[in-house]
């Protein structure tokens, strides 16, 4: 696997989800950390799946951006989503991998003279949950799903979601290998 499909497949199908289709991909895959502890036995194993990426993507519709995720860094500054249009900016600021239950979205419109913390819809906070963080968001998902069951009708994200997530992959494995660009169907 890798930390390209543990991590960055996720942020590929949230980008995917935004942004709509990928014309293609530029990326580079490293392991900087070889060796590694295997956790059932203890013993140092020699690994070569990557520890992290960096990726420069097009979108269909003109807009393009780019991802850099690393394990190896243990004191980095977490994740940062930041999404720049003509019309303003949003930031999502988080202190690791993946957003934080409490996590803020910064917003400024053109015009305006800095970011300002933009307030959560209360859809995406119907209720709280002590009990961990992440359990509303998967709350909240299982329940788009019971009601697709219950009422026949489709529920995202689909396989073919699924299917487009992966060809960006392969793409990113195959700039990787060849170094250069590769355009995606």
């Not at 543990?6 to 980008?15: R, T």
């Not at 600021?93 to 409490?102: I, K």
């Amino acid at each position: 696997g890798g930390f390209l499909m543990a991590l960055g497949s996720h942020y590929i199908d949230a980008l995917r989800c935004w942004f709509g289709e990928f014309s293609g991909v530029f990326g580079q895959l490293y392991t900087h950390v070889p060796q590694r502890r295997d956790p059932a036995t203890g013993a140092t194993v020699m690994a070569d799946a990557d520890d992290a990426f960096g990726i420069l993507v097009g979108f269909k519709n003109g807009a393009w951006g780019s991802l850099t995720a690393s394990m190896a860094a243990p004191f980095g500054a977490g994740a940062r989503i930041e999404i720049y249009g003509t019309e303003g900016t949003l930031v999502s600021p988080q202190r690791g991998f993946n957003p934080p239950p409490d996590g803020k979205v910064l917003g400024a419109r053109v015009g305006e003279k800095e970011l300002q913390e933009l307030p959560v819809p209360s859809e995406y906070l119907p209720f709280e949950d002590p009990r961990d963080g992440r359990l509303l968001p998967f709350r909240l998902l299982t329940d788009q799903l019971v009601q697709a069951i219950r009422t026949k009708t489709p529920v995202a994200p689909t396989f073919y979601d699924g299917l487009k997530v992966q060809e960006v992959l392969d793409g990113v494995y195959e700039s990787s290998d060849k170094g250069r660009w590769v355009e995606l169907a």
